[in-house]
């Protein structure tokens, strides 16, 4: 059974940090090209960050390039989101999923930026 458990969100101030974490079973992540994409309110899907097998190719949407930085441990099965210098536009709830999943499997965890 694929699970996908995201934590780490919560509120923080504009120009401030946060975490993300996902811990993974059920598949074989340490294969698996992976991403993060969030929705913020009344908004569709965004793609964020994704991340190949091997953790040295990753790639960022525009809006939250050079702020944010994916990574991922693949002995533990857990892909990350560090996120700095948070702006209240990145206010949304965060999913992790596997590259070719187009709808997250899992709850996400929500990211409040105030201004």
């Known amino acids: 059974q694929v699970q996908l458990v995201e934590s780490g969100g919560g509120l923080v101030q504009s120009g401030g940090s946060l975490k993300l974490a996902c811990r993974t079973s059920?598949?074989?992540?340490?294969?698996?090209?992976m991403k993060w994409v969030r929705q913020a309110p009344g908004k569709g899907l965004e793609w964020v960050a994704s991340?190949?097998?091997?953790?040295?190719?990753?790639s960022y949407g525009n809006a939250v390039k050079g702020r944010f930085t994916i990574s991922r441990d693949n002995p533990k099965s857990i892909l990350y989101l560090q996120m700095n210098n948070l702006k209240p536009e990145d206010t949304a709830v965060y999913f992790c999923?596997?590259?070719?999943?187009?709808?997250?499997r899992g709850r996400g965890t929500q990211v409040t930026v105030s201004s």
């Open positions: 059920g598949f074989a992540f340490s294969f698996t090209t």
């Open positions: 991340i190949d097998y091997t953790g040295e190719s990753p």
């Open positions: 999923a596997d590259s070719a999943d187009s709808i997250p």
